[in-house]
């Protein structure tokens, strides 16, 4: 038996256990960038397309406290996430999505939706259903209505395993 992939997903759960009990998971890694709001109250819709390690638009200007409603596709080929947060947030959250790709859940061009839904033992799930953030396979759309808080260095990006890394994230400026 080959106890090495088992020690790397054990500290990878140990890594992120800090995230999990100040409540990432369901309860948003976007925390000190904002918070979820209604699409009643966005002030404008922003269409945000993912293609393969690249977003279109590349930045977006918001102004402090305002409400706006992303419509977010993936037009790649692989499956892409976008998550508003802090650089640091990012990084946090880039070791629990590695987790996901070691455990089965992000296979290239699909996501497992069952493995998704399994307990990691800790009470958590690997559900990404955090407001900040959505995680979507090849020609999927979905919506994130967010709220921004005051300025700060906020961006947005897809933690997919390298795709951080290979340039796939954006400035969120304020005006």
Known sequence: ???????????????????????????????????????????RTITVEMYDNYYEPEAIE??????VR????????????????????????????MMMVEHG???????????????MGNGHSMKHDDPNSVLLEPGQSKEVVWKFSDKGNIEFACN??????????GEVNFE
């Open 105 to 119: 859940v992000i296979q290239g061009g699909k996501l497992n939706h069952d493995m998704m839904n399994m307990d």
């Open 70 to 97: 992303f419509v977010v596709e993936n037009k790649g080929n692989l499956v892409h996430e976008f998550n508003i947060g802090t650089p640091d947030m990012h990084e946090a959250h880039q070791k629990e999505m």
């Open 1 to 43: 038996m080959n106890t090495s992939k088992f020690v790397v997903a054990g500290l990878a759960l140990s890594m992120s256990a800090g995230a999990f009990a100040a409540g990432a998971h369901g309860g948003g890694h976007g925390a000190s960038s904002g918070e979820p709001a209604k699409a009643s109250e966005a002030a």
């Open 62 to 67: 918001v102004k402090p406290g305002e409400t």
């Open 160 to 169: 997919v395993p390298g795709h951080y890394q290979a340039g796939m994230y």
